[in-house]
């Protein structure tokens, strides 16, 4: 099942279900849960009631609506024309803003930009008097600017809604191998892997308002972080990969709590890279070595894994970055299985007793 906007209302409309006996009985063994004449990928299993649905996948155009025409399959079948448009190869960092999902591809050494209300789709590589060589993290800001951190150009780059480069912040003076990165207001995050820091620089004029965090084990510290999220109650969520835990953070930088440790048992880690946190305050940490997806609580304590490995719906083959959108629409990079898979997450019925 490809990925739509028809398929997304379809899965917001589960949250409106009244009970499971509206749905499958005993005709279901696996994880599904059958709406009309639907399977849906669930977690937890059926007969659960569900908090994960999977909705489906971005692998190329087709998958939004966007195909080529009959004269650019052509050319590109008579000179051999760049294939880039058509897949991607590596795709690690993901963002979206309801009508556009953003996705880097280091792989490729461009960014993929599917628009699902338009159905379309273009990329861009070209940075300044270059090109994009190892682009890993990326956010959009309200307007429409995308910024985007290339770990081997040591910097970020800001391009304009078409893509077309119009400045950078940072440089290698400071920044040693930005990987995530993450707007709050006006303020843009930057995970520096080798610094073994996190970076805050003011999104309009890219000065650097200040930093925290420095090689270590020790509360606040890092060792190679990998990829940040910043949530609504500007808590700053921080991938401490190589100490395997998460680190939470004020807005200031200041260390508050960590969770996590080196394992394969239910909530350890083994390769911790993408982070976000949905409306409820739930943590989604992707794990690469697991090839799945665990979700926390505040207090870290494991509330559900999704994903396995292989290459079939709600599995994964070294997976990256992640996002979560403001409807609660999870996005992950399926990045050896070359594609985006695209999650919902579905809040608890609350109960309301009329006195």
């Not at 939004?64 to 190869?89: A, C, E, H, K, Y």
């Not at 940072?170 to 006006?186: E, F, H, M, V, W």
Request: hydrophobic share 35%; aromatic share 12%; proline share 3%.
């Amino acid at each position: 099942m490809k990925y739509s906007v028809h398929n997304v209302f379809l899965m917001l409309a589960l949250c409106c279900v009244c009970s499971l006996s509206c749905m499958a009985t005993d005709s279901v063994s696996r994880n599904f849960l059958v709406h009309g004449d639907k399977l849906l990928l669930q977690w937890p299993p059926f007969p659960q009631a569900p908090r994960i649905l999977y909705i489906g996948e971005i692998i190329n155009p087709a998958d939004i609506g966007d195909t080529l025409s009959w004269f650019s399959r052509t050319m590109n079948s008579l000179f051999g024309t760049d294939n880039r448009s058509q897949t991607m190869v590596r795709p690690y960092g993901v963002f979206s803003d309801k009508n556009r999902v953003y996705i880097t591809d280091p792989g490729f050494g461009c960014v993929h930009i599917f628009d699902t209300r338009e159905r379309s789709y273009f990329s861009f590589e070209d940075a300044n008097e270059g090109y994009l060589l190892a682009p890993i993290g990326i956010t959009v800001d309200k307007d429409g600017y995308i910024y985007v951190a290339d770990s081997l150009l040591k910097k970020i780059l800001v391009f304009d809604t078409q893509g077309k480069y119009i400045r950078q912040i940072g440089s290698a003076d400071l920044l040693q191998r930005p990987s995530g990165i993450t707007l709050k207001d006006n303020n843009l995050y930057v995970v520096d892997t080798l610094g073994h820091r996190v970076l805050v620089f003011s999104k309009e004029n890219g000065k650097l308002l200040f930093s925290f965090g420095k090689h270590g084990s020790d509360d606040g510290n890092f060792n190679y972080p990998t990829n940040i999220f910043v949530s609504r109650q500007n808590l700053i969520y921080v991938t401490d990969s190589m100490n395997f835990r998460v680190q939470i953070f004020d807005q200031n930088g200041k260390f508050l709590s960590n969770f996590g440790k080196l394992g394969d048992g239910s909530g350890d880690l083994s390769k911790p890279k993408g982070i976000a946190v949905d409306s409820d305050g739930n943590i989604y940490l992707v794990d690469a070595h697991f090839d799945n997806v665990q979700i926390f609580n505040e207090k870290g304590n494991l509330l559900l894994v999704f994903g396995s490995s292989g290459n079939k719906e709600g599995e994964f083959a070294l997976p990256a970055g992640i996002f979560i959108d403001e409807d609660d629409r999870i996005y992950v990079a399926d990045s050896y299985n070359q594609r985006i898979q695209v999650f919902q997450y579905l809040k608890e019925k609350k109960e309301v007793i009329e006195k």
